[in-house]
């Protein structure tokens, strides 16, 4: 039988960094989970054994870590690509790399109204996360948030739908509209105040889902993007991906009781996933012709 060796790429997944940087008795805390996957001239090692060019995965976390020591981890973004660069950069059989990292906020925890210096507590479930890939001297970054988890208790409505003989959903046009919001959004350049850009990306995506009055979720999705791209030139595109998180009116008819949209019942699952892509139309001014590719930025290998 002939075989060939295909797409393969290899790395540690989700190596867990925390770093506390001491400013005096002020206590900066980081919290990511990295991961890297290293590409390249990886035959050998797959079609017969030899590892002579293989960066252990071992190797790849210690190298993590070993750079959260030597300079303060900044942006996550700076991060990545100085990871990924350095793979590349050292080794001569590594021609790619692909670094995920995403943080897990912490707060400092109030004391009598004042932020305590050295303890916190947890964000929540919302994270902030980069995809860095590296292809030899080119590189894409893209970045997002998972988990904010939102609701409007008004200002949604969802009717005009068609019925057939499996609908049984009422028409309404006053619903709770919740979500999970699931953004990435793909920069056209490796060098930018990430910080600044993030903020308010996450700023304008909140704006948006709770100033819009919603028809469907779908079209709450297309403004939260098209409002990511109106104000920042530095984004080619926004993905989204919204869970609906149902909050169906409970009937209270049997209990002799009216409902005027005041008990609800949140179900877990199933639920509605909308997912959509929202990208510029017009040309790319010159600045930004050749960032505009997407190259490598979504697919981290052709097979996977
Ligand atoms: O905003 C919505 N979009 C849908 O496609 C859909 N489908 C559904 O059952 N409820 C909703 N709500």
Redo the contacts with the bound molecule.
């Keep these: 039988m002939a075989t060939t060796l295909g797409p393969n790429q290899y790395g540690k997944a989700e190596v867990r960094l925390v770093t506390v940087e001491r400013e005096g008795p002020v206590h900066h805390l980081r919290d990511l989970t990295i991961s890297t996957a290293l590409r390249g001239h990886l035959e050998a090692t797959h079609l017969t054994g030899d590892n002579a060019d293989v960066v252990a995965t071992d190797t790849q976390k210690n190298t993590a870590f070993a750079f959260a020591k030597q300079q303060p981890v900044g942006q996550i973004e700076d991060f990545a690509l100085r990871l990924g660069r350095h793979f590349v950069g050292e080794f001569g059989q590594i021609t790619g790399a692909r670094v995920l990292i995403s943080e897990h906020g912490w707060n400092r925890i109030d004391v009598g109204g004042a932020p305590h210096d050295h303890a916190f507590s947890h964000g929540g479930g919302e994270q902030r996360s980069t995809a860095v890939t590296i292809r030899g001297e080119r590189a894409w970054v893209v970045s997002g948030l998972t988990g904010l988890v939102v609701l409007k208790s008004t200002g949604s409505e ?1 009717h005009g739908f068609p019925r057939d003989r499996y609908t049984t ?1 009422a028409e309404t046009d006053d619903r709770i509209l919740a979500t999970a919001v699931t953004a990435c959004w793909r920069y056209r350049t490796t060098e930018l105040d990430w910080a600044a850009s993030f903020a308010d990306i996450r700023r304008l995506l909140l704006e948006t889902f709770a100033t819009k009055h919603s028809l ?3 079209q709450s999705l297309y403004a939260m993007g098209e409002a990511v791209l109106d104000a920042h030139d530095e984004v080619a595109e926004v993905r989204l991906s919204l869970p ?1 998180k149902h909050h169906f009116l409970v009937d209270l008819a049997p209990f002799g009781l009216t409902n005027d949209n005041e008990v609800f019942y949140a179900a877990d699952r199933p639920y ?1 996933l ?1 997912e959509g892509t929202v990208r510029r139309t017009e040309e790319s001014p010159e600045e930004f012709a050749d960032a505009d590719a997407a190259g490598l930025s979504w697919h981290p290998l052709p097979a996977f």
Excluded: A, D, T, Y
Aim: no cysteine.
């Design positions: 969802f959903l469907s979720l779908q609906n509605g909308i």
